[in-house]
């Protein structure tokens, strides 16, 4: 028998928020772009008015599933990594982060981590580790990264190398401070060695089309969204504080670069840069 188990119990399914069916909703538009059949009407009348405003998006959510097969793919392979934190999971669909992860290493532990209801009723379809594995699914919102943590290492040990999956998630935090302390905080609580993998629209490559797509998304469903720039995602999302630090560390250590200035500086020793 497998070792899955699931976080929550009839109460916590009782003090689950209701399914509203009369607003579309991400996890189940986002389903029935994927071609999945758990939707609604509200979600599908959506899914095909955001489609006719930014038409790639369907290709946009296939993509997004399939960067999840090659992330899991190298974490679970070339990184050895055996513990993945999926915040997010969203509806089940074909090639879950278990099911990619268990192909390379049987006993790797996953935890999905999501609140939205359709997504909690379906979540032991998720919960069918391989034997020699775990799987396990939290009943919690992105915005309290202190509960996903708790809950989570019930089943991942995080004194070892972890994967932190949050594909199309921050987007979905519309601060970005915010957004940028969840990220920071998940880490943080994470050894070195571990990884942080993430999706997240740019509105460099999403252009004004996506940018009027999410504005009609924000009128009409739920939750709101927002695309951030290239340059935030990488700068404020995908370092954490600790990260930053023990770089900053290193440069001072084995460069002597306390500051921009002394970055400046051995920049142009090196010929890195020219003042010219």
């Known amino acids: 028998m497998s070792q899955s188990r699931g976080a929550g119990d009839l109460d916590r399914e009782r003090q689950a928020p209701r399914l509203n069916t009369a607003v579309a909703h991400n996890a189940r538009v986002w389903n029935y772009w994927l071609g ?9 009348e959506m899914g095909d008015q955001v489609a006719q405003m930014f038409p790639v998006i369907r290709d946009v959510a296939r993509a997004d599933r399939q960067f999840l097969s090659r992330a899991v793919g190298f974490l679970a392979g070339e990184a050895g990594i055996r513990r993945f934190l999926d915040i997010g999971t969203g509806l089940p669909t074909a090639e879950n982060t278990h099911e990619l992860a268990q192909v390379f290493a049987p006993e790797s532990r996953i ?8 997504v909690l009723v379906h979540a032991r379809a998720l919960l069918t580790s ?64 571990s990884y942080l993998a993430l999706t ?3 509105t460099e490559l999403g252009g004004e089309a996506n940018v009027e797509a999410m504005a009609f998304w924000n009128e009409h469903a739920a939750p709101p969204i927002r695309a951030r ?26 460069l002597g670069i306390r500051d921009v200035a002394g970055l400046v500086k051995f920049a142009i020793q090196r010929g890195l840069v020219s003042l010219d």
Request: hydrophobic share 40%; no cysteine; aromatic share 6%.
């Open 111 to 118: 935890v999905y981590v999501d609140n939205d209801p359709l």
């Open 130 to 193: 391989h034997p020699e594995g775990v799987t396990d699914y939290s009943d919690a919102d992105v915005h309290d990264p202190g509960k996903i943590l708790r809950e989570a290492a019930r089943t991942l040990d995080f004194t070892r190398p972890a994967a932190v999956m949050m594909l199309g998630i921050l987007n979905f935090v519309m601060d970005t401070d915010e957004a940028q302390a969840i990220v920071h905080r998940l880490m943080d609580a994470l050894p070195a060695g």
């Open 229 to 254: 720039t290239g340059a935030e995602i990488a700068t404020r999302l995908a370092l954490s504080q600790k990260t930053v630090e023990t770089y900053r560390a290193r440069l001072v250590e084995k």
């Open 200 to 202: 997240h629209p740019t």
């Open 36 to 44: 999945g059949k758990d939707n609604f009407g509200v979600d599908r």
